[in-house]
């Protein structure tokens, strides 16, 4: 693998410094270079000729010549009993005839190596296309248990949740069914003030701890509760449904049912973050009442009208 880097990384050199270049089928005078890149156009390496490193870019090239490694992208190359130590195919065709000798690894990506018989294969034949697709399924599969974790985290979160804040979480949920479009305002709104003041206060060098706070525990926090609030909603408009005379005083089977229910919907990226962003939405309101309640010692006060007499 270091041996396919290393190829991989004198090809890219050979792209950015002043190297010679072939682009006509007639071969040239120069018996031996370090890096020969042939470019939109085909190319004979004459036998007798050398390179450590030949680069073919969109193009075709006859290889008679010995070289070192051999790199070739949006093209092909025909090896006619020459060798080499390395091919990196790209996009590419590749024959050898029987008179061919790779000493080393052939590395391909969406190509084709066509050996005949008798060619010498020294090293192994790896299709990174096929690796590529391997790897895909290992990292979905591990993305997958990411999420089935994170699914049964949130059930267990929204049953201490129903049993913590019931009261609040119904309210919560009651305002998502009596004031639906109220509530998806206050998400919006919520979700873009609390970027922008942890945006505005994270440009300030004073208050950069303060912001990343907010951007990186208060906003998921919310959107976490927000979650789990439209879980429990869930939950509880489907009990209602089913069982309607059977009175919970807190809702664990409605976080249970509806948390779940939520888990499936969120396979499905952009209509996950819709019941995300009602509950969100209803979290804020219900913050921002209650902050904006008056309080006991508020509601107690007796106005005194001017000119009574008390007695």
């Known amino acids: 693998m270091n041996r396919i880097f290393a190829i991989v990384s004198a090809a890219l050199l050979a792209l950015l410094i002043l190297v010679p270049v072939a682009a006509a089928a007639d071969p040239w005078d120069l018996q031996d270079e370090h890096v020969v890149l042939s470019t939109g156009g085909d190319i004979t390496f004459a036998e007798g000729q050398n390179a450590d490193i030949l680069v073919v870019v969109n193009g075709t090239a006859t290889i008679e010549g010995d070289a070192g490694s051999v790199v070739v992208i ?132 004073v208050g950069m701890p303060l912001g990343l706070g907010i951007l990186a525990l208060v906003l998921p926090a919310l959107l976490v509760a927000g979650y789990l609030v439209a879980g429990i ?31 499936v919907i969120g396979i499905v990226p952009l209509l996950g973050w819709i019941p995300i962003l009602v509950g969100f939405g209803a979290v804020v309101l219900l913050m921002w009442r209650a902050v904006r309640a008056p309080t006991t010692s508020e509601r107690g006060v007796v106005p005194v009208v001017a000119g009574s007499a008390v007695g």
Do not use: C
């Open 74 to 205: 949006n093209g092909a190359a025909n090896f006619v009993g020459s060798s080499t130590a390395g091919i990196v195919a790209i996009r590419s065709q590749v024959t050898l005839d029987p008179g061919s000798v790779v000493t080393d690894d052939i590395v391909t990506f969406d190509s084709v190596v066509t050996p005949a018989a008798g060619a010498s294969l020294q090293g192994e034949v790896t299709d990174l296309s096929r690796d590529l697709g391997g790897a895909a399924v290992l990292i979905a599969s591990a993305l997958a248990l990411m999420y089935v974790a994170f699914v049964i985290s949130a059930i267990a979160a929204g049953l201490i949740l129903a049993g913590v804040a019931s009261k609040q979480v119904r309210e919560a949920g009651a305002l998502i069914s009596h004031e639906p479009v109220t509530t998806v305002v206050a998400g919006l709104a919520g979700l873009v003030g609390i970027i922008a003041v942890g945006t505005i206060a994270i440009v300030t060098i």
């Open 233 to 263: 909603w869930i939950g509880d408009m489907i009990l209602a449904r089913t069982s309607p005379d059977v009175v919970r005083e807190r809702p664990y089977l409605a976080a249970l049912i509806g948390v779940a229910i939520l888990g």
